[in-house]
């Protein structure tokens, strides 16, 4: 069995936009919140872009808990 790390909003790594969510690629938090914002909606969308979630894998579950957050998206 894999196990996730676990945090809360005092450790959570995606509260700073300009914080890296993945280490194997250096993903920030603002860079994975931009592409959703453009409409990538999921793991595998955000992985394809950016190389997240394609190394170790533990930044997975940082990513699906920015893919659960609001999300302003840039006017037109």
Request: charged share 20%.
């Amino acid at each position: 069995m894999i196990k996730l790390p676990v945090y809360n909003t005092m450790t959570d790594p995606s509260s700073d936009q300009e914080n890296i969510i993945c280490t194997c690629t250096g993903t920030t938090a603002a860079k994975v919140n931009q592409l959703i914002a453009q409409g990538l909606d999921d793991l595998d969308k955000i992985a394809s872009a950016t190389g997240a979630s394609t190394g170790c894998g533990s930044c997975d579950i940082i990513i699906l808990d920015l893919l659960k957050k609001p999300v302003h998206k840039p006017q037109k």
